[in-house]
């Protein structure tokens, strides 16, 4: 069992940064793959980026390439989602989840943070 909290949401203005950051608790995170999602106002729930378990294989969604990074620190079982040049589109609730690292699904959220950006 593994339980996930974000945090590090908040107000910024467009073109500003955040960090947000997913914290595990539980064990095995270390072998699990990890994800960020988000759900703007009115839309559906999308993959914004995802790393597997040894830190390789990262994949981001095109709309923030270049933009977003995503990085896991397992000896501190923590995942950050470092937001760059950020746009009013990406306002959103941002999750994190995870799934093992063979696994299909992802099994394991967090209860969400709010990211919004003012033009």
């Known amino acids: 069992q593994v339980q996930l909290v974000e945090s590090g949401g908040g107000l910024v203005q467009a073109g500003g940064s955040l960090r947000l950051s997913c914290t595990a608790s539980?064990?095995?995170?270390?072998?699990?793959?990890v994800g960020w999602f988000r759900q703007g106002p009115g839309k559906e729930r999308e993959v914004v980026a995802t790393?597997?378990?040894?830190?390789?294989?990262?994949y981001y969604i095109d709309s923030v390439k270049g933009r977003f990074t995503i990085s896991r620190d397992n000896a501190k079982t923590t995942v950050f989602l470092q937001m760059n040049s950020l746009k009013p589109e990406d306002t959103a609730v941002y999750y994190c989840a995870s799934k093992e690292r063979y696994g299909s699904s992802w099994i394991y959220w967090g209860q969400g943070t709010q990211v919004t950006v003012s033009s």
């Open positions: 790393i597997r378990w040894s830190g390789g294989t990262i």
């Open positions: 539980g064990r095995g995170f270390s072998s699990y793959d």
